[in-house]
């Protein structure tokens, strides 16, 4: 089985040609992106706002610094416990990847970050 699968993947074409890859990301392209998740998105100067099952989602991109963040509000931050928040800053720290928690305008936000060229 594994002599299989490795004579499988060697037959793979080790690139794609310029037809099959999907175009660079860009902010438009983001945007019919986000229209396609939600019709009623609106496009802002540094990004999107959108909801997608009644849970609203910001994404800010930075071209310039090759970023791009969806964030989503978890809860109000106010009222979270001393253990709650050690969670959330452990998990910063030793757990999460490109996904953070945040803190901003009283609430706590989950935060995905990825660079915005290399978005597919």
Not at 14 to 42: G, K
Not at 56 to 68: G, H, Q, S, Y
Not at 85 to 100: G, I, K, P, S, W
Request: proline residues 7%; contains cysteine; charged residues 20%.
């Amino acid at each position: 089985m594994f002599r299989f699968l490795i004579i499988c993947l060697m037959s793979l074409p080790l690139a794609l040609s310029a037809q099959e890859r999907e175009p660079l990301m860009s902010p438009d392209r983001m945007f019919q992106i986000a229209l396609a998740l939600d019709p009623e998105a609106r496009q802002q100067p540094n990004g999107i706002e959108m909801t997608i099952k009644n849970v609203p989602v910001l994404i800010v991109a930075d071209i310039v610094a090759n970023r791009m963040r969806a964030m989503v509000p978890i809860r109000l931050a106010e009222g979270m416990t001393s253990e709650e928040l050690e969670r959330v800053l452990q998990a910063n720290f030793d757990t999460a990847l490109d996904a953070r928690y945040a803190l901003a305008n009283g609430l706590l936000w989950a935060v995905y970050i990825h660079p915005f060229a290399q978005l597919e």
